[in-house]
């Protein structure tokens, strides 16, 4: 699907998404391996991702299944419950998993996120809240970070 970010590639198994990848995306598998394009099974995805973009979603509920190890699943559940429009350190996320001495490990396993956007592992900054590697590239990070921050404070102001 088009994106602003770019194209997007949804990959499923067994009507669950399996994967959300974006064009030159490091860690990105071969194009032989992604089947059949057929966009009928991702319409709901498809639907949670434009209104993403339009500004008007902050959460997904697609079923996803992820293939990981142990570890990998542990981190991608955990960047699942970082709230929309805000980030936080690799560190943190070793803590928040139980593991605070992990902190690199955290961040190869966010590394290798096969979600993208759906699991934001654009959401983890580094300890000095700078933005580091991203498979995604360092300018889509800061995109879907200043994008998610803008609609944020936007929906504060009405708020109030």
């Known amino acids: 699907m088009r994106s602003p970010v770019g194209p997007l590639t949804l990959v499923g198994v067994d009507g669950t998404l399996t994967g959300l990848y974006m064009n030159r995306q490091r860690h990105r ?3 032989d ?12 995805v ?12 902050t959460e997904f509920d697609p079923p996803v299944t992820m293939f990981g190890t142990p570890f990998q699943c542990t981190v991608w ?9 805000e980030t936080v350190s690799y560190g943190e996320l070793a803590e928040h998993i139980g593991r605070p001495t992990a ?4 961040g190869l396993a966010n590394g290798k ?3 993208g956007i759906i699991v934001p592992c654009h959401r983890v900054v580094g300890g000095n ?3 580091t590697g991203y498979g995604g590239g360092i300018d889509r990070k800061r995109w879907l970070l200043d994008f998610e921050l803008g609609v ?3 929906e504060r102001k009405t708020m109030y």
Not at 33 to 44: I, K, S
């Open 33 to 44: 391996t992604f089947g059949v394009a057929d966009p009928t099974p991702f319409r709901r």
């Open 152 to 154: 944020a404070q936007a």
């Open 46 to 57: 498809i639907g949670q991702l434009e209104e993403y973009f339009a500004g008007q979603r």
């Open 29 to 31: 598998p071969s194009e």
């Open 103 to 106: 902190a690199r490990a955290v």
């Open 129 to 131: 809240g700078g933005l």
């Open 77 to 85: 559940a955990a960047l699942r419950t970082i709230p929309y429009g």
């Open 113 to 115: 996120n096969p979600i």
